[in-house]
């Protein structure tokens, strides 16, 4: 996964955003065991800092260093999908739906038919099916 | 569009005042409350209307609501009014340095692009995430084009039809009464709603963290917040899991300040906004289980008083009622997978997975260890702060064990579900944080 990439859009539920990674190693386990051990050092060797005013202080602008980090790469990503979003807008309001849902890519480019074919068998496509139709299957 | 805002926000108001008393009312905290309270409002009058007296759509549903409202108001203008006369609220004030004021102009710019990110993509991007169709919207549209919930077990659209006929109704009517106002349905325009919750979680969490911790501390907290990657892209898809939050956060943030200042009103709102979490979603249960216990534990210490958790459960399971009855009556079950204990313990690698590996909450998990960490000399120093944090732990624990003991743990093996119930706590979590940067300058 590259780091600008807008992954959410990539898979049809919200429930996790992977990871990012170099090689092997984790990404945020990296920096999470460099904040623990800045975090010490901060705090330990710190005393006597004139620019902030006491420990909890210094912890948050530790935090939000890091946090900045990978926000950046966040915000890239969300420039990036943030410019489809102006493809969008010309679009009414059933093909910006055609647009998005064959945007989800983790169903293999399936949901896409489910625009163009009849009510699938398949219970996931189904329940993509049976909601954009809904008014067509009733009347 | 502005209809709907409005129709939520006036009852919320005015709930607020009849809530919050003795506090000043126009304030953004209250305007967050309002949202809340106010779309518990509509969606409870909306189940009345649908599920308790069987109507159809007529428009007797908008009379309906707006004349509730109309007494609400009345009520409001003939009680007694103590409006604002007592305001014990106190914030830390303390004068920017250059390294905290060039933060606040970073997190301000970060805040500002991500937020227009997320008004565009919530203006664009219809609804096409597969649980946010099959559990919440789908029963808004049938409901919409049916213009009534079925009663016939034989019927395909039973109880609302859908694949979970068993979940709580409010995110479906709220998006119902949106479409109904709006008067065709327009599933772009529901992303509306929860960029609304998204906002007033932020809210709620800056403005009662302030009190406690002082505005930049707060700032940097709710900042966090704001840009966990999952949280925002909650915040313009229609799931329950924030809409939780904002209730859960709601709850914990009066249930401390009652904790702190044993104003009754702050107990009351708490076990309000308890009890109107199961009106959400149903991961309230175990986490409402895991608080009592907690409860219970500090009134057998004496730490609190018998008195104050009879009223605790009295007020919350009051404000729950129509709809436990209702789903007891219609024998609607909490399980969605078949029924007996498992025992899984390859989740936990899962759910170390979505905390530390995964993208979807930055670096919080750390955060929040290395915070417990510096701060427990000061944590196990604290009553209040005890409880927080243990409902927090046994909250979390609570719903890993529904993934560790039940046949849900393929939803934590393939992380289709995992992440976003943790959401529903990550509110709690930012509050536990703050709270424990309470006082930090009485250290040195």
Known sequence: MGLLQFLPESISTINIIPGYFFGPLPVLVVLGLFLAIFSILVVKFSVGEKIVKDRSDRLLFLFLAFWLVLLTAFTAGNYQASRQDANYRAFDSFDKKIMRVCGLGDLSGRL???????????????????????????? | MIIYFISILTPGLLLVRVLRQSRPWLTVFNICLAYALGSSFVTIILFFYFFIFRLSYSPGLFWSVWLLTGCLAVGVMISKNTLGRVDNTQTIKSRLTSMQLAAVIIILVFSAVNLSFLFSHAAVRPAALYDSLAMWSFKAKVLFYEQKINFDPTQDFYLGGGGHLNYPWQIPLAQYWLQVNLGVYDDLAANWIFVG?????????????????????????????????????????????????????????????WLKDKQREDLILAAIFWGLSFWVKDGAWFLYLAFLLVFFGYCLKKCLSWSAFSKFILISIASASPWLLFRAFYHLGLSNVSVGLVFKPEILISVLETMFVSYSWNLWWFFLLIAIFFNFKRISGSSALIFIWSFLGLGLLSLILVYLLTMNYQYALDQTALSRTLLSLIGVSVLAVGFSFNEAHSDY
Do not use: E
């Open chain 2, 197 to 257: 919750y998204f906002l007033s979680l932020i809210g709620l969490v800056f403005f009662g963290l302030k009190r406690y911790i002082g505005s930049w501390r707060a700032l940097i907290l709710a900042f966090f917040l704001f840009s966990m990657p999952l949280v925002w892209h909650h915040g313009f898809n229609a799931y329950a899991d924030l809409p939780l939050a904002l209730y859960l956060t709601g709850a914990v943030t009066f249930f401390y300040a």
């Open chain 1, 112 to 139: 896409c038919r489910v625009f163009s074919g009849a009510r699938p068998d398949d219970p996931i496509l189904r329940t993509y099916y049976d909601y954009y139709f809904f008014q067509r299957l009733n009347n």
